[in-house]
């Protein structure tokens, strides 16, 4: 198990689903918390579960995000693992992805991915240690139906990962991606619904189909990825770098 204690973490989107369970297996690792996200009640009942930090940062603003970075940085002061996790999904098909969706996908999962690692991964690099892991998911790694606008972004977070990680790789900070499938959370709870709802079928036989997809006929739970992301966070994870690692029963193989 990683040993986190002294260190500073940043969640986004840790209010719910994979955030706050990441939130809580970081802090149980020693680590102290800050958490991000729109909904301050959830937020609050995270930070005062792991005694750490709420913040309130709506990444579709980009003032608001600017400045609630700056209200991270005086409160937290240094962050030395950042974990970009806040993300949505649409699915649609490409007729009806509008210039609406893309740009709120590409501002909130790219967008405010980069932002985030701008404002944090310099002052890493000074102190001469960091880690960041992007939650990216398979659909960064294969094409699925129906989620061009999600699956361009996400494919540009594992880019934006390989990038920054040839950059930064003689600094101490590692940079990486996780790679989900289908995890419990409201997420995959409201792809159900969306699927049930344009096939006609009951939620019980698209949930089917979603388990169908992994040779383990299962979703992942949150804890899962939360586990990967700590394990990323460790000492002894310093070589893995620029990677995009799947957490998905098997589903890729590369
Ligand atoms: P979720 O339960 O829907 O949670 C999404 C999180 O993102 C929430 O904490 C939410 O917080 C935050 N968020 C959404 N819009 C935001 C905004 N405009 N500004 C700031 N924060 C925002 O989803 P999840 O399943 O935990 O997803 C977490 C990450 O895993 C996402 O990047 C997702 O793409 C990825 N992923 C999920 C699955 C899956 O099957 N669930 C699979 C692969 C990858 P607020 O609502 O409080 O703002």
Same mark, same amino acid.
């Given at each position: 198990?990683?040993?986190?204690?002294?260190?500073?973490?940043?969640?986004?989107?840790?209010?719910?689903?994979?955030?706050?369970?990441?939130?809580?297996?970081?802090?149980?690792?020693?680590?102290? *918390?800050?958490?991000?996200?729109?909904?301050? /009640?959830?937020?609050?009942?995270?930070?005062?579960?792991?005694?750490?930090?709420?913040?309130?940062?709506?990444?579709?603003?980009?003032?608001?995000?600017?400045?609630?970075?700056?209200?991270?940085? #005086?409160?937290?002061?240094?962050?030395?693992?950042?974990?970009?996790?806040?993300?949505?999904?649409?699915?649609?098909?490409?007729?009806?992805?509008?210039? #609406?969706?893309?740009?709120?996908?590409?501002?909130?999962?790219?967008?405010? =991915?980069?932002?985030?690692?701008?404002?944090? *991964?310099?002052?890493?690099?000074?102190?001469?240690?960091?880690? *960041? *892991?992007?939650?990216?998911?398979?659909?960064?790694?294969?094409?699925?139906?129906? =989620?061009?606008?999600?699956?361009?972004?996400?494919?540009?977070?594992?880019?934006?990962?390989?990038?920054?990680?040839?950059?930064?790789?003689? =600094?101490?900070?590692?940079?990486?991606?996780?790679?989900?499938?289908?995890? #419990? =959370?409201?997420?995959?709870?409201?792809?159900?619904?969306?699927?049930?709802?344009?096939?006609?079928?009951?939620?019980?036989?698209?949930?089917?189909?979603?388990?169908?997809?992994?040779?383990?006929?299962?979703?992942?739970?949150? /804890?899962?990825?939360?586990?990967?992301?700590?394990?990323?966070?460790? #000492?002894?994870?310093?070589?893995?770098?620029?990677?995009?690692?799947?957490?998905?029963?098997?589903?890729?193989?590369?």
């Amino acid at each position: 198990m990683s040993d986190l204690s002294g260190r500073t973490v940043l969640i986004t989107g840790g209010s719910r689903g994979i955030g706050r369970a990441t939130a809580l297996h970081l802090a149980s690792l020693g680590a102290r *918390v800050v958490v991000t996200g729109r909904t301050v /009640e959830a937020l609050e009942a995270v930070a005062a579960q792991t005694e750490g930090l709420a913040v309130r940062m709506d990444l579709a603003d980009r003032a608001q995000t600017a400045s609630a970075i700056a209200e991270v940085q #005086e409160r937290a002061g240094h962050i030395d693992c950042l974990i970009n996790n806040a993300g949505i999904a649409v699915g649609a098909p490409l007729h009806r992805t509008t210039d #609406e969706v893309w740009d709120r996908i590409q501002q909130i999962n790219v967008h405010g =991915t980069m932002a985030m690692c701008r404002a944090f *991964v310099p002052a890493m690099a000074k102190a001469g240690w960091g880690r *960041v *892991v992007n939650v990216s998911s398979l659909a960064g790694l294969t094409g699925q139906a129906y =989620t061009s606008a999600y699956c361009a972004s996400k494919h540009a977070v594992i880019g934006l990962v390989r990038a920054l990680a040839m950059e930064y790789a003689r =600094t101490g900070v590692t940079i990486n991606a996780v790679c989900p499938g289908w995890v #419990e =959370t409201d997420m995959a709870r409201e792809a159900i619904d969306r699927i049930a709802q344009s096939t006609g079928r009951s939620a019980d036989h698209a949930r089917a189909t979603l388990e169908g997809a992994s040779p383990q006929g299962r979703m992942v739970e949150a /804890e899962e990825v939360a586990a990967l992301i700590g394990t990323l966070c460790g #000492e002894a994870s310093r070589g893995i770098h620029g990677q995009a690692i799947p957490v998905d029963g098997g589903t890729v193989m590369r």
